[in-house]
């Protein structure tokens, strides 16, 4: 839209009009009027590019989007943790461990990046907008969480953020995983990789369910071949960000089916990138639980992610033991 005069003036009568609602009801009540005038303030004084805002019955939720000091190019790794509203305790969790600002602090720049949606609480809502205003490092998509039941629009919102700061590596992940950040950058780092890379647990040769009665599944006319590309598993992968442009406009022409790391895989194959394995350095099985406390240290030493279904005390013990075993490891250089 073109600024004009005219267009500025009605902005002016608009801002006004929100500011004197915010002012004419009491601020310590929850007003659904209020809660819009408050999101539309926040989105305006922000300048969010995302203008989606939810309107529950009782309140209203806009996206939210973390502060990133860096120019782009300068962002070495962005980690893009997929969770829920509710998840706090685990995201919480992460911050103290492998997601935590020492852990992230070397000399290349990583971020670790939660993405979440909006809720029919208000109170659930307005604790994630308190959170975000602490950690800095909240990046919510302003929709419904429950409409995006396997986290595809959240993924592609994180993919949509992430491209503004031309990272040159992408980490998808949830928060219930433990990854060895440290471990994960220096492979990234020094490893002979190609030069676009997209690696993980690759999945050969799935079968497309067809079932409805099964989950995921897809239709004919969603994806008509049989078998999917080869695709790296959904829990954890790394790719390029140069492949992002690519990805984004490729995401914009082929329809997405609800299989979130196998549509990735079919937009991959369509720009001829070959998956790289690195399944020898993931643990990663469902219901892991209280499993990790009878592990080895050398089963740790060989696993640089671990997961899934982790809870927040289980983050918690992984880490624990992992530096455990990297402080005798240096008392023997030591001695």
Known sequence: MILTKKNAFYAAIVVQALILLYLIIPSDKNHPILDFTRSSLAWFLNNNEDTSIVLNTTHACISLKPTIKHKPGEIFLVVLVISKALNEDAREAIRNTWGSKKETANDLVSYVIFVTGCTPSIHLDHEVDREASKYNDILRLGSQEDKDPHDIKRIWHGYRWAIKYQPKFIIKTHYHL??????????????????????????????????????????????????????????????????????????????????????????????????????????????????????????????????????????????????????????????
């Open 178 to 335: 433990y990854v060895h950040l440290p471990r994960i950058v220096q492979w990234l780092k020094d490893a002979e990789k190609p030069d676009k890379l997209y690696a993980g647990k690759v999945h050969n040769h799935v079968a497309v369910n067809r079932n409805p009665k099964k989950p995921f599944v897809v239709s004919e006319k969603e994806f008509s071949p049989a078998n999917f590309p080869d695709y790296c598993a959904g829990p954890f992968y790394a790719f390029s960000g140069k492949l992002l442009k690519d990805l984004l406009d490729l995401e914009r022409k082929i329809p997405k089916f609800n299989v979130e790391d196998a549509y990735l895989g079919v937009l991959m194959k369509k720009l001829e990138i070959e998956p790289t394995d690195i399944d020898s350095k993931l643990h990663i099985e469902g219901q892991l639980g209280n499993d990790v406390q009878s592990w080895t240290n050398q089963m740790y030493i060989n696993a640089n992610v671990i997961g899934m279904d982790l809870q927040p005390s289980s983050i918690q013990y992984i880490h624990d033991r992992y530096k455990g075993i990297e402080r005798a490891a240096l008392k023997r250089e030591g001695a």
